[in-house]
């Protein structure tokens, strides 16, 4: 079974307190989920129209593990404690078998 994966990159950060209160609530809801964290914050060399800031990939083991783990009432709470502190790019993509 191919694995899933969350991808984020972040365009901008425009509230770092809100940016706080979402790792605060995150990170347990995407461990709860099945969800390691491969990379986060290390350095970003980015081509073509990407933005060398924080940058984020998460590991599942199923693609919709990584799906359900997005939908669930703990990750959804960290999205509302973001609310508009950044502007970022999401996906959620299943791997190579």
Do not use: C
């Not at 809100?18 to 970003?44: E, F, T, W």
């Not at 984020?56 to 609310?83: C, K, N, P, R, T």
């Amino acid at each position: 079974m191919a694995k899933g994966y969350w991808v984020s990159a972040y365009r901008t950060i425009a509230d770092p307190e809100k940016l706080a209160a979402y790792n605060k609530l995150a990170g347990p809801a995407v461990a709860a989920a099945g969800g390691r964290l491969l990379a986060r914050d290390s350095r970003v060399v980015a081509h073509d129209a990407g933005i060398a800031e924080r940058t984020v990939l998460i590991e599942f083991d199923s693609f919709e593990q990584a799906v359900a783990a997005h939908a669930s009432a703990a990750y959804q709470a960290a999205l509302a404690a973001l609310a508009d502190g950044v502007e970022r790019d999401f996906r959620i993509i299943e791997g190579l078998d």
